[in-house]
């Protein structure tokens, strides 16, 4: 039987956030499905890799809709702004359907972006290099894998 450990290689905060890292050993996925989903927000209850609990209270990611709000009003005010300075629209419909067609297709991103920011900002989480160690695999000759606790 031979040990196969998964790579210990630091991973930044930004780089976490942006890739929805587990907020404790920054290797385990947060989500369940891709960003293309239709199911684009549903996260594991805890960490595959560590077996950290991402919502430490019931309701902990409604606060991840403030910071959601932010981003729709920047995405609001630039593309406000780049219509205006670029083509400076007469009517202000034109202004509604885009700054609304653009929130709605950056909602995917927003949203998952927002609930990173909120975990690792207001979380009582903090990166354990330790937890990001644990996984040591057993492979035995048939191919078989067991993961160790």
Known sequence: MSQVTHSTQHVSTG??????????????????????????????????VCDTQFEPEPGFFYGSLYVSYSFNVATLVAVSLFLYVLFNPASPWVYIIASIGTTLLLVPFTARLSRMIWIYAFGPFAYDPAKANIGVTDVEETGNTAQKA
Do not use: E, M, T, Y
């Open 15 to 48: 780089k976490a956030i942006f890739s929805g890292r587990c907020p404790v050993c920054r290797q385990g996925g947060l989500f369940v499905h891709p960003w293309h989903s239709l199911d684009f927000l549903a996260n594991h209850p805890q960490c595959p």
